[in-house]
């Protein structure tokens, strides 16, 4: 017979309990899944009697055999056994994997959950067949998890077994729903070995129709985000800073000739400031909080600035709102953690958007790009100047955070840092008044959307144009004569992002010059 081949893309396991499953009853489910395209399903029955388990066993093996779709039980060997399906899933703390291979011989499919590099190594020598890598996030259908190790627990747990040289098929679990499959697969990959597919509960078991459910899923499943799309094509090779700042004219030309659409989700106090740097780069600027309005405003190829003004229920509800209609569009989101780590409230709202959908640019500075990476240790000295890192340091902050997230990353300060995970560099431009004049960093947010949201053909190089132009912008206003402070500041400023554009237009470069 030998094993059979098996397709991990869209893993079914099931859930009788009653939030789940309501009064329809488990095959019909489970078929209505089979149906719209699942290709592994597991049986798992924390409480069912022994003699009821191997009855639905029974039943659903005969409705995944007509399907040709593997049925693996949930830690019961014996079970297995009894009903002669495909396999197991075990846990850590269920039978160990030698046990149950003797039991059920070298053809049975055999998988384990892991949630840490160590687990995963040693279910792979063991011999299983497939890793269930978990919990990805936070989910209400199991809530006695153990680890809950993000796409970047994942990522490292496959590059580890791929250094280690195994071959064992994984798939990832908890809390994976429609609109984060891609990007999580995205995310999660290893340059050396990515997820073979998804495992998932309530997306599938919950939905008032499991069949559209699945096949959506195993639709997404299959391709690439659309927010992949544009992150890295052509140029993309280009690693040494004069070749990436030469783009910058092309960037500034590309946002004057399309005006693209800067939908800014920000606070009160920039709403105006930011809207007429979106009109002075050559955006179009709207200032639209509920996120209601993002399905629609999605559509007119922009993008969006996610500026974190407020962190009450309904700001983060508008927030999770646009970001997933951004993200479902395949348009850019701008993501500016204000004041990341001043309150406990503000650094969970951060972990939630972060594990909400995916963030082309990360914006801030020092403190706020540190809090999103976590660095706590270091955050531990608090406010005290003497925690400030330094250029190396800072650094290996931005490259680590947009390795980890796959996007680009701004540290924003006199030095401003900007990395995509494999390039990193440093601008030196900009002027002190900058740091005296209220919403600058949230407007330079609103730069990089405009900066973003025309395919570029090299995102590190659009967002360092919109850098490149925001602050020679400020320093030639702030050497103008008639510039005598802040408050005379701010209207020169906004001429000279709009002069640098005209002149770019017409072909004239020479702002460049000062580019540091
Ligand atoms: N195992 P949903 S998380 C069954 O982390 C299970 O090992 C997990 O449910 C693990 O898709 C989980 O509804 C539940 O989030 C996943
Ligand atoms: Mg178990």
Redesign the pocket.
Known sequence: MGKPAVDYSLYL?T?STRP?LGDRSLESVVEQALRGGVTLVQL?EKTADTAELISVARGLHAITRRYNVPLLI?DRVDVALAVGCEGVHI?QDDMDLSTARKLLGPDAIIGV?A?TVDEALRACEGGADYL?I????A????TN???IIGTAGVRDILGKIAEAGYDTRTVC?????ESNVQRILFQSADPRKGLDGV?????I??ASDPEAAARKLLELVKSPPAFQADLRSAGSDIADAPSLVALAPSVVRRVHETTPLSHNMTNLVVQNFAANVALAVGASPIMAGYGEEAPDLCKLGGALVINMGSVDPAGLANYLKALRAYNLAGRPVVYDPVGAGATSLRRETVKTILASGYLDVIKGNEGEIRTVLGDSQEQQRGVDSSSTLNAAQKARVVRALAAREKNVVVMTGRTDFVSDGARTFAVENGHEYLGLVTGTGCTLGTAISAAVAPRQTDRLAAVIAAILHFEIAAEVAAERPDVRGPGTFVPAFLDELYRIRQATAAGDHSWLQRAK
Do not use: L
């Open positions: 396991v859930d789940i798992r949930n846990g959950t949630s269930g978990g919990t990805v996030y989910t209400p259908t199991k998890t153990k680890n679990i908890g809390g994976i729903n495992a998932v509960v309530s997306a078991m919950a």
